[in-house]
Structure formats: structure tokens, C-alpha cells
């Protein structure tokens, strides 16, 4: 068992009250304490106090989210994690695609804990800290959308001069290119293929084929 001067050194405080997490040097289901993991949690009393709570979850194999959460209190747990250790109520999640890691700098905190799976981080947040993030998703999503559609705009504007032009002149406009990842012809001694769009002054469209040996 570590002193309670080693506790205090490493910080195995109670985040809320100060009081010394007494961390157990046995092994746990998940995981053994080790320096590691010397990070400062809550006490039972305390998570107790918090009863259900919002948290913002940061997991590297599916981004962001927004998650209704409680203290997860099982004894199987490693000591270390048992202090930190969350658990999402069901159909809470609000995904934030468009909000990145670099967004949760300003919670300017460790974090308050993690859920059970894989690798993450979430953070306790009150209702504007909640709505800011809600909004900033939003903002994001509606700027992405704004710009896909410029795109497509710019796309259709471009093809209507191509035709245009290929009209005006009586002759195939080029409306696009691209390398194909094969030869379209099948060609046992040809790689791949150069394609071309061409507008035609009938007004359809035709995709040319160059061999590339």
C-alpha cells in the first residue's frame, strides 16, 4: 500500500474535497495502478453528489460526442480507474462530427474521466459549454454544406460554358480529365487509360479513352 505522502505526491486526490484516494496496489479487472495512471479523480461521496451529469467525450476511434453519463462504481475495478471510471446513459449521445480535438482546448482542465472500451477522454460540462459546442458543430456543418454546394454550382456553371462554347464552335470541348485506375479497354500491355469528358456540339457528352503503354 503507497503512503499517503506518495498519494498526495502523485496526485490520488479527490478533485472536489482533497480527500487521499487510498489506490490499492492489487490488481484490478482492467488495469494495475501504476505512475501512469497518477491522475486526480473523484471520491464515492462526491460522484454521488454529481448524480447524472452531461461530459463531452473525446474517443480516437469515432471523434466527438456529447453524452449523459453517471459515476460507473464497480469493485472489480482497477483503484485508479475506479475514481475516474464513467458510464453513458443510453440514447443520450448527441455526435459532433465537425468538432475536432483542438476545439476542446478551452475546457483548459485534465479531464474528468473515461468510459469502458477504447481509448477516451470526456469532460464534465454545464448547459453553456453544452450549447457552444452544439453550435460550433452546427456553424460547421451548415459552412460545409454552403461550400459543397458552391462546388457544385461552380461544376454546373463550368459544363453549361463547355456545351456553350462546343455549340458556338462546332466542335468536342474538353470538360474534364482523369487517370483511370485500369485500362478500359482491357489491354494486357496498357496500365491505365487518360479519360476525357467532351462536350459535344449536339449537346451530349462523351467520355474519350487513351491508352497510356
Known amino acids: 500500500m503507497k503512503s499517503a505522502a506518495e498519494l498526495v505526491k502523485h496526485n490520488h486526490l479527490c478533485r472536489e474535497c482533497g480527500t487521499v484516494l487510498h489506490a490499492s496496489d492489487a490488481r484490478g479487472s482492467y488495469c494495475e495502478e501504476t505512475a501512469d495512471h497518477a491522475v486526480s479523480g473523484r471520491c464515492e461521496a462526491c ?39 464513467l458510464r453513458g446513459l443510453r440514447d443520450t449521445s448527441i455526435s459532433l462530427p465537425e468538432v475536432g480535438w483542438r476545439d476542446l482546448d478551452n475546457l483548459s482542465r485534465e479531464s474528468d474521466g473515461s468510459f469502458q472500451g477504447c481509448d477516451n477522454r470526456a469532460w464534465i460540462i454545464d448547459a453553456q459549454q ?28 463550368h459544363r453549361e460554358q463547355c456545351f456553350a462554347e462546343a455549340r458556338s464552335t462546332n466542335r468536342a470541348v474538353e470538360i474534364s480529365r482523369w487517370m483511370t485506375g485500369d485500362c478500359h479497354s482491357h489491354l494486357s500491355d496498357c496500365s491505365f487509360d487518360l479519360a476525357q469528358e467532351m462536350a459535344q456540339p449536339d449537346g451530349s457528352a462523351q467520355v474519350r479513352y487513351t491508352h497510356c503503354f
Open 47 to 85: 460522484w454521488r453528489k454529481l448524480g447524472e451529469f452531461w461530459t463531452i467525450e473525446w474517443a480516437s476511434a469515432y471523434g466527438i460526442e456529447i453524452l449523459r453519463a453517471t459515476h460507473f462504481a464497480d469493485e472489480g475495478l482497477a483503484r485508479w480507474y475506479a475514481c475516474r471510471a
Open 130 to 157: 453544452m450549447a457552444h459546442f452544439i453550435q460550433l458543430n452546427q456553424e460547421r456543418v451548415e459552412a460545409k454544406r454552403a461550400a459543397d454546394q458552391a462546388e457544385l454550382d461552380a461544376e454546373q456553371a
